[in-house]
């Protein structure tokens, strides 16, 4: 299972850096989500995975008495998932007014020359 | 393009939607569930009732802006955070009313600070779809 | 009790902004609402300085947890310091936005957004707790892109592009890190990690998350190979919004670098090396850059770059006068680069145009006015009795004693570069006549008196503000050699957090 999230991670990361690399506008998006999934994951294995222990403390007891999994990595991956669907939601809202004003989805062509500057 | 089978379909699914949503926000202090999950939920039920009536229907049926939910949900998480602070607690603490009450079980600040979480995330989503959806026009 | 004062400056932003985002619209009640609320920040932020400048460190834990676990809001005289000074700017640049912003941008809600990223700043100035900090630099991160993108020009959009792809990358890099972080010691909190980290037997992870850290902290700090966008993106959002930027966005990085390095990762000889290299690279593009820079608010983003330099050198050398420097550096730099982006708004008022071939004339139209704008701009020089000079010393003296003539160098080029690009702007915009084919759109001559006083108030309080740290420089070392010596022997802040 680790060995399977790994290599996973791995293309992620690698996926996501070669289109950040790309110079289309949109594809340099999917390479900044491509890589918040990775990352995400790598959170995910690196909390130690078990399975099938929840960490629920039972109705009867004041502690967890077995050792169960992790709960704090699935806490920051949902945090980290929170904050990345709002920063891509507001990346997509940028990139359709950038494609508005520009028509051009090139990241080359965004160098408006400087003497068109107040 | 109106798909009538969409438009029927989801005249049943908003409420069963919207209550589902409801039910995962009580849900959430002890089991999955809670106001993020909630709030996207319900967002989801007003933008599968967009996709099949148009956004001008949803947003009367929503009738305000999605954008004025997001103060009051906010208002609701800060007050529910700084509250335990009159007692002379740090800020967050989980503050219990003794006994139970129908349907929401106990009722502490942390429900409070999910009902604002579920309104924040229900504003902002409606609010970048919308925004999304009514430029295209 | 004192306990919760420590979050009051980030409560008072959040509070602020969510009125105004009650009276949406109504741009009379948010100008009200933002003033005010940046007065009792201040004011908050003034007793939890003198609070710590007293008693010393003192923590709070969220929800009534017990420490390692809780998430941990530490004032200690680093943050307390920086949280004064993010006030003192924040409240400057809200009075000046309350006068010198156009109307339309207030309608799409700018003052909220803005109370939204001090709120930010307070959080991640005094949070305890490493993925807390990630937490609220995504906070300032998104609160930013609104304000960048705000008013919707097309070089503000183009700006925003580099701008949000940029610390996008950043923030997963600093994530990446903390993850292993996490895996490596199974804790967050900052003090329990600098403990914890000893124990850690596999060392080229720990070099290898340091790297991540640096990286994500370095494209926030725009040092040497990764502060591209910073130049191409801070002179397009209007001045207001800039000077928040050019003043604090940059120099959280620059905290972050200070408490990751001494609680977490101890800079070894290969990191200080390092920091070195890309402290000098940095100090020359940064000045290089602003050579032939003609627009006012280019040449001051790549003046940022420049003396961003000068402090990473300080991180680098990391012993106590190199720290003292950085820091009485952080608290100048600060001050000071607020209020050169406001003067810039300023000169767009009064001008239209931030081109230095197209200004000219203002020390003949103003010549009261043009002498308080040269204090500033001669503290930013570093003139012996102002404010400039003081940390220069220090990184000076340590930079001899520790052989680093490199750096050495650069910072002399640093700061005759400064003075060179300074003298010019000073040439070219106050004395220079105004070119003959120029024609003058002056939107300041028909304010009335109030707004013309409010428009210059905050340039002259940053002003007093610089004047004094340059004039009263023995109590701001006081400060910094504080801050200097808990960073260097964190045990009092570890024993505040752990009790």
Redesign the interface.
């Known amino acids: 299972m680790e060995l399977l999230l790994i290599l996973v991670i791995g293309m992620l990361y690698a996926g996501g850096i070669y289109f ?1 690399l790309r110079r289309s ?1 949109v594809k ?1 998006l999917l390479g ?1 989500m491509l ?2 999934s990775a ?1 995400n994951i ?2 995910f ?4 995975i078990v399975k099938g222990k929840p960490p629920i403390i039972g109705s009867m007891q004041d502690v967890l008495d077995k050792a169960s999994a ?1 709960p ?2 699935q806490a ?1 991956i ?3 998932i ?2 990345s669907f ?2 891509t ?6 990139l ?3 494609y ?3 028509e051009t989805d090139d ?1 080359d062509d ?3 020359p ?1 003497e ?3 | 393009m109106r798909s009538s089978i969409l438009q029927t379909a989801t005249r049943y699914l908003l409420p069963i939607l919207l209550l589902f949503s409801v039910f995962l926000l009580l849900r959430g202090h002890y089991y999955p569930g809670g106001g ?1 999950v909630g709030g996207l939920v319900a967002s989801i039920a007003f933008v599968l009732h967009s996709f099949a009536n148009g956004t001008d229907a949803s947003m009367k049926l929503l009738g305000r802006k999605p954008l004025s939910l997001l103060p009051i949900g906010l208002g609701i998480a800060a007050f529910s955070v700084v509250l335990p602070m009159f007692w002379g607690l740090p800020p967050m603490t989980g503050l219990w009313l003794k006994g139970t009450f129908p349907i929401v079980g106990s009722l502490g600040t942390a429900l409070f600070f999910d009902l604002g979480v579920y309104l924040v995330v229900v504003g ?2 409606l609010t ?1 779809l919308f ?2 959806s009514l ?1 295209d026009d | 009790m004192m306990g919760n004062l420590i979050l009051a400056p980030v409560f008072i932003h959040l509070f602020t902004a969510i009125f105004q985002l009650i009276a949406w619209r109504k741009t009379v009640t948010q100008r009200i609402l933002s003033v005010s609320g940046a007065l009792a920040a201040l004011i908050a932020a003034i007793a939890l300085f003198t609070e710590v400048y007293s008693h010393g460190t003192f923590t709070i834990n969220a929800s009534n947890w017990k420490a390692p676990f809780a998430i941990v809001f530490v004032a200690d005289l680093l943050g307390a310091t920086m949280v004064l000074l993010a006030s003192i700017a924040g409240f400057a640049v809200s009075l000046f936005s309350a006068t010198g912003l156009s109307r339309q941008r207030m309608l799409y809600g700018y003052f909220p957004i803005f109370h939204f990223l001090l709120m930010g700043l307070n959080g991640a100035f005094l949070t305890g707790d490493i ?1 807390n900090l990630y ?1 609220w630099f ?1 906070v300032i ?2 609160a930013s ?2 304000l960048m ?1 705000l008013g ?1 020009r ?2 503000q ?2 700006g ?3 701008y ?2 940029m610390n ?2 950043a ?2 890099f600093f ?2 890190g ?3 972080l ?2 490596m010691t ?1 804790s ?1 909190n900052m003090a329990d990690l600098s403990e914890k980290m000893h124990d850690v037997q596999n060392r080229s992870l720990v070099g290898i998350t340091s790297v991540f850290f640096l990286l994500g902290f370095g494209i926030k700090s725009a040092v040497f190979p990764l502060y591209f966008w910073l130049p191409s993106s801070y ?1 397009t959002p209007p001045s207001a919004v800039a000077a928040t930027f050019g003043g604090l966005l940059t120099k959280v990085g620059i905290y972050a670098m200070l408490r990751v390095h001494s609680l977490i990762f101890i800079p070894d000889d290969f990191t200080k090396k390092l920091l070195m290299v890309i402290a000098v690279l940095t100090i020359l593009t940064g000045s290089f850059g602003a050579l032939n820079k003609t ?1 006012i608010r ?1 040449l001051f983003s790549y003046l940022i770059v420049c003396h961003i330099g000068f402090m990473v050198g300080g991180i680098a050398m990391f012993s106590k006068l190199a720290l003292m420097g950085t820091i009485f550096y952080l608290i100048h730099d600060i001050m000071v680069k607020t209020n050169m982006f406001l003067i810039s708004g300023f000169i ?1 008022q009064l001008r ?4 230095m071939e197209k200004l000219g004339g203002l020390y003949k139209e103003y010549p009261k006015i043009s002498l308080m704008i040269a204090i500033v701009l001669l503290s930013l020089v570093g003139i012996p009795p102002l404010s400039g000079f003081w940390p220069k010393v220090y990184l000076f003296r340590e930079a001899f004693t520790e052989h680093h003539y490199f750096f050495i160098a650069a910072l002399i080029l640093g700061s005759l570069v400064t003075l060179y690009v300074i003298a010019r702007l000073w040439a070219e915009a106050f004395w220079k006549d105004v070119p003959p084919d120029i024609v003058v759109e002056n939107k300041f001559e028909p304010l009335p008196l109030f707004r013309k006083c409010l428009l210059l108030l905050p340039i002259g309080i940053l002003g007093t503000v610089s004047v004094y740290i340059g004039l009263n420089a023995e109590n701001i070392i006081q400060v910094a050699d504080r801050i200097a010596t808990e960073l260097l022997d964190t045990s009092s802040y570890v024993k505040a957090v752990l009790k």
């Open positions: 950040i506008m340099l900044i890589l918040g990352t790598l959170i294995v690196l909390g130690a992790d704090v990595p920051l949902l945090t980290a929170v904050i709002a920063l939601a507001f990346a997509i809202v940028l359709k007014r950038v508005a004003l520009l990241l965004l160098n408006t400087e068109e500057d107040i | 993020f902002v989503v970048i925004t999304i430029t | 993925f937490v995504e991160i998104i892109f609104v993108t919707g097309k070089n959009l183009e925003a592009m580099k949000m792809s996008i990358l923030s997963m994530l990446t903390i993850g292993i996490y895996g199974g967050l002179h627009n280019r767009m239209g145009v931030v081109k």
